[in-house]
């Protein structure tokens, strides 16, 4: 009976070793890297371009959606606020004491020219089906169609801030984690702005102290971004860019966006990131 103990005893004790044994290496699963904790996932993230105006009655209920789905999907999301396309919407009424600020960037007049968006607002989900703009009621079905992708690639951001000069150098690294295979892509790389208070339409109201969200500021390296030269299975760039914000901005809610983009006419979005200006 002694003995039957101890073997039983012995059992246990082998099982629960084992059990608890840790993973030394990560499991590495197509691109998607598992540690024992889980916390090593690349995620496919979402850049969110939303279409929208300041003298849009209808555009802060796109915002809004475009909120809800941040709380929804958390950092899986990159919003971004282009106040571009419809003129009636977007210029600024100068000397009318109320909507005299202008939103507009170059390229994202450039982006509204190039992908035509229906009205406003309307977004495009990590650029989807061609860059096709769709309103607001449907895109979370976009995201839910890619959400759970494998990314190609990963994106890293650094950041450094020089309060005197107002100038911030990002840093950035992609790497390929599968074959991009047969198609072209670029590094694109935004500036945007959050909580900026200023005039907004909302239906029939005008608001004075509005918080718009997410604004695009300006594209750091040019309007259509630079080629990357290799998509091969772990294959690296690291570019570094500096740009000096403007004196009205607040450097604190300023945020550096960089995306991978299938070159045109697909444009499609296949990995993204944001980092804080001042981080």
Known sequence: MKQITQTIALIIITSLFYSCDKIDHPLQDGNIIVDDGDTNVVKRRILME?????????????????????GVYGDQIIPVSL????ITFNAPHTGSG?????????????????FQPFGLP???????????????????????????????????IETSYNTTTRKVTADIETEWL???????????????????????????????DYDHRHVLRGAINTTWGEAISSTLPGSKDNKSYTYTLA?????????????IYKEGPNYEVIQANI???KE
């Open 122 to 156: 309307s977004g495009m989900v990590s650029r989807l089906n061609g860059a096709t703009a769709i309103p607001f009621a449907q895109w979370e079905s976009e995201i839910i169609s890619i959400k759970d992708t494998p990314p190609l690639a990963e994106i890293t």
């Open 247 to 259: 004196g009205n901005w607040n450097e604190d809610n300023c945020e550096i966006v960089a995306f």
């Open 98 to 114: 109320s909507y005299e600020t202008d939103f507009r960037t170059p390229a994202g007049n450039d982006y509204a020219t190039t």
């Open 50 to 70: 939303e279409f929208t105006g300041h003298f849009c009655s209808n555009c802060p209920q796109g915002a809004a959606e475009m909120q809800r789905l941040v």
């Open 178 to 208: 599968l074959d991009g295979g047969s198609d072209n892509y670029k590094l694109q790389v935004y500036i945007i702005e959050d909580h900026i208070i200023d005039w907004q339409l909302d239906g029939s109201t005008d608001v004075p």
């Open 83 to 86: 106040h571009a396309g419809n």
């Open 275 to 277: 980092h804080h200006v």
